[in-house]
């Protein structure tokens, strides 16, 4: 059995993952930065600081190049010194990672390297793009989103990339938190083996 990959995405109730111009300075657009109200309650006892340990327990992150990007780069370090695997259109001769960052033109290589770095434990997934990639190719396994009750009515959303194919989800789990409704689904692939019981 090997590693599940997940999309870990904060979204408005809407479908909106950040707000409206989302750029360098302002990484989650008008209004986006109401969409992590609840990771004030990250580090405290209950089921918001339940989902987060989960999210740090993973063991391999895999990310698209703008949000790596946006995100300055997270400092060389997302969490734990796992491996940072970065999906980008085209890996530049120039491009020098950091050492824990590796790009990656492929989504299926990218793929099999994080669920090798990951063993027996998660890989993280952040991003839209990097989640519709891996959705297409077949491997994104899970997504848990942290459902906001907030309507932004403008900005990215998470799933505007589809090309009409439908993608049918079953139900894991649910977990009220404040500021957010974590939702766990798992991304069934006809006819392709699959992680049926991971939790963390």
């Known amino acids: 059995m090997h590693a599940p ?3 870990y995405m904060s979204m408005s109730l809407d479908g909106f993952i950040a707000g ?17 109200n609840w990771l004030d309650d990250r580090l405290a006892p209950g089921p918001n600081g339940e989902v987060y340990a989960e999210a740090l327990a993973t063991a391999a992150l895999i990310s698209g190049r703008r949000t790596y990007e946006l995100a300055g780069r997270w400092g060389g370090d997302h969490h734990d010194g796992v491996p940072i695997h970065v999906l980008t259109h085209h890996v530049d001769e120039d491009d020098d990672p950091p050492a824990l960052v590796t790009y990656f033109d492929d989504v299926v290589a990218c793929a ?48 505007e990339s589809l090309d009409g194919d439908r993608v049918e989800l079953e139900h894991v789990r649910t977990i009220e938190g404040r500021e957010a409704t974590h939702l766990r689904y798992r991304v069934r692939h006809e006819g392709r083996s699959r992680p049926q019981d991971w939790q963390a």
Do not use: K, T, W, Y
């Not at 409206?20 to 992590?36: I, M, S, T, V, Y």
């Not at 994080?114 to 991003?127: E, S």
């Open 5 to 7: 990959i997940r999309l």
């Open 20 to 36: 409206p111009d989302d750029r360098a300075g302002q990484e989650l657009g008008r209004n986006g930065g109401r969409l992590f």
């Open 112 to 159: 099999a390297e994080a669920r090798a770095a990951a063993g027996d434990r998660a890989v993280m997934v952040h991003g839209a793009g990097a989640a519709q990639s891996l959705l297409a190719a077949g491997e994104l396994d899970e997504l848990e989103i942290h459902l906001v009750p907030v309507l932004l009515g403008a900005g990215r959303r998470l799933f």
